[in-house]
């Protein structure tokens, strides 16, 4: 049993997560992220990580983006986001790339950047709607950390999934209570240290996923039935409830 902790509002939510937002953010000038209406449902909002070059792996850049968009969601007009990546991955994780790059940075830094990881799952997981990963392929790493932080998640049945990190010589430290949450400490414990791959079955039999489906199509026909079921639901009954189940740590976990 996760501990249940101190739970942050959501002006210290927001307080935290600005920690992301630059000056070409503010003016929603996406460069990694498409935020679009999902089939011309206004209520319904489709974030996608549009890096299909790089499996939707996410840098700094990404992240900001991803923090602004959901921490922008606008519970007035938006019932329900969807959360997706353009190509044949949902997210390979982090970029090794953008890894190679904090090799350099000083410990300060480094732990500053730890924190804008944070704050990118947090702000999916303190999101004012419902969320739903829509897991169109591989998710590995940070990307299990973002399926892991939505109220809802489905995927194709050759999705992959994994959380590599101690191959690397890494700790999963970051993602872990989101993952924790989501499949509990028995399957956390065999995943996070064995660092094994594993399809769309095994996700769902441990909690990762909901379901899973053979054909994109069928995948996108769930994934809009559902968003017309929350819809319709009352805005302020849905609003809460998300945050009912929330055991998540207050402080940095870096």
Excluded at 86 to 92: R, V
Excluded at 154 to 169: I, K, Q, S
């Amino acid at each position: 049993m996760i501990p249940l902790v101190t739970r942050l509002t959501r002006k210290q939510k927001l307080r935290t997560t600005k920690l992301l937002v630059n000056k070409s953010q503010r003016r929603n000038n996406y460069s990694s992220v498409l935020v679009s209406n999902r089939g011309g449902n206004q209520y319904a909002t489709q974030i996608t990580i549009n890096k299909p070059d790089i499996h939707n792996a996410f840098n700094e850049v990404i992240m900001s983006e991803l923090v602004y968009a959901f921490q922008n969601i606008n519970p007035q007009n938006t019932r329900v986001v969807i959360l997706t990546g353009n190509g044949p991955s949902f997210s390979a994780g982090a970029d090794l790339n953008w890894m190679k790059r904090r090799i350099k940075l000083s410990q300060a830094e480094s732990e500053a950047e730890a924190v804008n990881l944070w704050n990118l799952f947090y702000s999916i997981k303190m999101c004012p709607v419902p969320t739903i990963a829509r897991i169109n392929g591989s998710a590995l790493g940070g990307g299990c950390g973002l399926v892991a932080a939505c109220d809802m998640a489905f995927a194709v049945n050759t999705a992959h999934f994994g959380l590599p990190e101690v191959r690397l010589g890494l700790l999963p430290s970051v993602i872990s209570p989101f993952v924790l949450q989501k499949i509990g400490v028995t399957h956390a414990s065999r995943y996070f240290l064995t660092a094994e791959r594993f399809k769309s079955p095994e996700a769902k039999r441990i909690g990762l996923i909901q379901d899973s489906f053979e054909t994109i199509e069928d995948l996108d026909t769930l994934i809009d039935k559902l968003v017309v079921q929350i819809c319709n639901n009352g805005p302020e009954a849905v609003k809460p409830v998300s945050y009912t189940h929330l055991t998540l740590p207050t402080k940095r976990i870096v």
